[in-house]
């Protein structure tokens, strides 16, 4: 099965980070792998297992431990 590809405003919608904090997260190098087609204004897509990937380890255990 196909992994689903999701726009940054669909990202939005279910995760709650909107498009201008993804755009900063990818220009600072930081926050979820994305997909950029080819061209000068390339579409910006985000895997669905790669977001809940990133999720699970931005998941901090009480006292500061990151969650296993």
């Known amino acids: 099965m196909a992994d689903q590809l ?9 995760y709650g980070f ?3 904090t ?3 997260w990818r220009w600072a190098g ?3 792998e994305f997909i950029k087609t080819p061209g000068v204004s390339g579409r910006i897509k985000y895997k669905r297992s790669v977001l809940e ?15 296993a």
Do not use: F, H
């Open 6 to 14: 999701l726009t940054p405003k669909q990202v939005y919608a279910e």
């Open 18 to 20: 909107s498009p201008g």
């Open 22 to 24: 993804l755009a900063n």
């Open 30 to 32: 930081i926050g979820p």
């Open 53 to 67: 990937r990133w999720l699970d380890c931005q998941t901090v255990k009480t006292g500061g431990q990151r969650a």
